[in-house]
């Protein structure tokens, strides 16, 4: 029995019933003016670039209301278990059904509606649950295979392989001079699953592979499917010699990004593994010349590009209850699926489309895999949970040479069908009260509570969030260290030092007030400044465009004199990068803070250090007011 998925249906069942007769945090009522409103988790960041604001635009009769969550389904299904509301939209790049099964009850079958009809088939039907049922629409699709530096060929004559044979020669002869032939970052999950699994694409896509992952798609607790004796046996015997043949050794395992990539851009290595969109980056800003090539099969017609979509997107099946809601978001996912709007989603990255209509230019970078593209020859991959950690356990022995091929099919085996979860983690604590992430009167009462901990725990005088800095809701019950580290968004920033109080006003002014040049770093009330000992005011002169009129420190005017000891929490890139909010710090206020930079400590450590002491998310405080414009 798999203990991922343990416990998961009774706190699912409870939490139906619970959200039948109790109103939980996150629902979505009528805004201002009877305006429709929609709550759309966006799993990164990145959709906050070109997407949300076209859709604002595209759309300026919807009152939305955008959440950064988390690149998990675990994320979703302790929301449910927790018994909020699934919000109307829902977003996730790391995705498989066998995932997604538990959240089903809470999604709408989309499989009938227009925008289903877009779609190539044969991408939709990885989606389909055994009663035909669709809940999940895979946005276009990134191209993760091999990365190859042009240049390189060209210098030493070696031509640019067109089947597996030819990649292997091509191998040797740079070996031959001296330069690495094939190498990536080992360490992380993502890449032993795919290149697992982009060297046997094939034997994947065959009828007994499409029909042994739908069989694993659709496993039940009670009967779990593990891997087939024809299809994956075959997958291990071409990874073995696939790790061979492209010289991996022993310590390979422990390869990271930086320790792959710098030999590639030095011209010490020939070919890693990685996506379009960095090669287009690497081609345009630094250099060397970078091409995708595709993963080898005996001929070029069998040669297939792995990809994966930016994110799936499903429906809550309460928007079922609400006709002028359902209708609104039918128009939505239809301009989401454009190819405007798969456009806007990519942001410049380079991505090909799973939808018939929508004709996505190829980047320079895929020139030598446009005989793929137009055969659809795209694999998309395989990514429950427990694949990602099975593959990069079993894939690492394979390389230290612990296992062999048949060893590592019996493993992987073994671990699938008994599959015990590695972050299943114990209590952390017991959080006596709970708190919502909406925006109130005075701000997020959530986010208030998450700086207010960071604060106390770290003793500082004032705290400040920018960017957006809460996922969730904060709950009553028990807490893992995961539970309580989805409270705080990823991949941010943690900085503390000494500033006075006109530093702090200059501060606050860069996360506040719309630039001279118009540039707007809050184009939302739930994305301003989240702040702890310290309180302001702002004037909304517009919607969606604030001023910065009055700030406090723990109820007493701030002194531009007096010195502070601040704790700021965030991401730069969200607020500097023109392809978001275009508001660049000011110069001398960046130097002083970078002094100030917590290296080697991420924000999630922070969190689980402060929840530490705490032991609880503390009380929540009004920091912010929002005064009428005069």
Known sequence: ????????????????????????????DKAQDEKISIRFYAWDRSMFKEFTPWLEEKFPDIEFTFVQSYNTMDYYKDLMARGEEMPDIITCRRFSLNDAAALAPYL??????????????????????????????PMCAEVDSTMANKDLFDKHNIPIPTNYSEFVAAIDAFEAVGIK??????YYDYSCLETMQ???????????????????????????????????????????????????????????FTAVMQPYLNGETAMIRNTAALADQITIETGPNSVILPYFGETAEDNWLLTYPMCQLAVSKNVEEDE??????????????????????????????????????ASPSLQYVQDCIDRNHLYMRLASTEIFGISQDVGHKMITGE????????????????????DAEEILFTQEKEYSNDFGEHGSEAASSMMNTLRAAFDDEIAVGYSPVASTSIYKGTYTLQQAKWVLTARNAIY??????????????????????????????????????????????????FHLEGITVNGKPLDDNATYSMLLVGADVFMEHEQFCGCPMPEDLKAKREVYLISDFSSQECMQEALEKTRQFLEPTEYVTILKSK
């Open 108 to 137: 709408m079958d989309l499989s009938q509606t227009e925008v289903a009809g877009t779609f190539y088939t044969s991408y939709l039907n990885m989606n389909k649950e055994n009663g035909g049922e669709i809940r999940w629409l």
């Open 324 to 361: 002028a809601k359902w209708q609104a978001i039918q128009e939505i996912l239809l301009a989401i699926f454009s190819e405007e709007g798969q456009t806007h989603v990519a942001a410049g990255t380079s991505v090909l489309s799973y939808n018939k209509e929508v004709n996505i230019a």
């Open 403 to 422: 296992y062999d091929a048949k060893a590592a099919y019996k493993e992987f085996n073994r671990q699938l069908t008994n599959y015990v979860d590695p």
């Open 496 to 545: 503390r030092g000494e500033y006075t109080g006109e530093e702090v006003r200059r501060f606050m002014e860069w996360m506040v007030n719309v630039k001279e040049d118009g540039a707007n770093p809050i184009r939302h009330r739930n994305l301003m400044p989240v702040t702890s000992g310290l309180e302001y005011t702002v004037t909304e002169p517009e919607k969606g465009q």
């Open 1 to 28: 029995m798999k203990m991922k998925k343990r416990g998961l249906c009774l706190l699912l069942v409870v939490a139906m019933v619970m959200t039948m007769f109790t109103g939980c945090a996150g629902k979505s």
């Open 181 to 186: 032939g094939y190498q990536t970052d080992w």
């Open 198 to 256: 982009g060297c046997a694409i094939p034997e994947l896509m065959s009828l007994e592979g499409t029909q042994w992952r739908r069989d694993y798609e659709s496993e039940t607790e009670e009967d779990p499917v593990g891997l087939d004796d024809t299809v994956w046996t075959k997958v291990f015997e071409k990874y073995e010699q696939f790790l061979k043949d492209v010289r991996c050794e022993p310590g390979d395992e422990e390869f990271q």
